[in-house]
């Protein structure tokens, strides 16, 4: 029961946000939404540097398909072809519809800051009422050597010129969050 309210909550707060938040099945559904999502906005290309082994094989295949570059690696070196970032996001709180990302890869980064959508997976299980709720885990995140850690509550956006609201200055315009249930991912 914690699980759904704690999921209901985040839901209802990021969307508050301006985030799209979406059930999805498995994997496989995350990677088909980010792939359409990317033609949709006349993107070309998908950043995907956290995904690994046969899911890698899988989104590579479905890219493919669809005419999309995958990029995997070294994005710094092709930050300007981003289209859009798709990255798994480590925890979920309910109370400000944050994600939680451990961003210490580079990669990691410029994937979720340099795209003009960001699409995050997220187990269900991994969205907690309160950051109090982990406390260590948010901790032990922030102590490690080269640690990053991205807490993000939507689409970048900013009001210190003229006090007018932009979005997607210092980031991407949209947010997608997928949310999947505990035996996907």
Do not use: N
Not at 15 to 34: C, G, H, I, N, P
Not at 54 to 77: P, V
Not at 110 to 124: E, I, Q, R, S
């Amino acid at each position: 029961m914690v699980e759904q309210e704690s999921t209901a909550k985040f839901a209802e707060r990021a969307r508050s946000a301006q985030t799209v938040v979406v059930e999805a099945k498995d994997l496989a559904a995350v990677f088909e939404y980010a792939a359409d999502l990317t033609l949709q906005q006349g993107g070309q290309s998908i950043a995907a540097p956290g995904i690994k082994g046969k899911e890698l094989a899988h989104l590579s295949k479905l890219c493919q398909a669809k005419k999309i570059e995958l990029l995997t690696g070294d994005l710094r070196q092709k930050a300007d072809m981003i289209s859009t970032g798709l990255t798994g996001a480590d925890w979920g709180i309910a109370e400000t519809g944050t994600l939680v990302v451990d961003s210490k890869s580079e990669d990691i980064r410029l994937a979720g800051m340099l795209c003009d959508t960001h699409v995050a997976f997220l187990k269900k299980s991994r969205i907690v009422p309160d950051a109090g709720t982990i406390e260590k885990e948010l901790s032990r995140m922030m102590k490690t050597s080269h640690g990053y850690t991205a807490f993000i509550s939507g689409a970048s956006r900013t009001a210190d010129i003229e006090r007018v609201l932009t979005i997607g200055v210092h980031g991407p315009r949209e947010l997608h969050v997928l949310i999947l249930g505990e035996d996907k991912q």
